[in-house]
């Protein structure tokens, strides 16, 4: 999933970027960046905040921006 999807995913739910990041307690330039950074991969993130970034992104979202992302999360159903 790239950027302008996420956004978009955003959009239809009412929200943008600096909303997630102002609901979620993140500085809007470091989920942005994430998402730069991130957006597309297929390989998890080290980081601890990029991860959860990255996961809240995907919950906000309903999808996973990076495949298994939400995998053994009890919020989510198979």
């Not at 960046?33 to 998890?44: E, F, I, N, P």
Request: no cysteine; charged share 25%; glycine share 6%.
């Amino acid at each position: 999933m790239n950027k302008q999807q996420i956004h978009a995913r955003l959009i239809e739910r009412g929200s943008n970027f600096r909303q997630f990041s102002l609901q979620h307690g993140y500085d809007p330039r470091l989920v942005t960046h994430t998402v730069d950074r991130w957006a597309g991969r297929a390989t998890m993130p080290r980081g601890r905040r990029t991860y959860q970034i990255i996961k809240d992104l995907s919950l906000a979202i309903d999808a996973e921006i990076i495949p298994g992302i939400l995998r053994n999360n009890p919020l989510i159903s198979d």
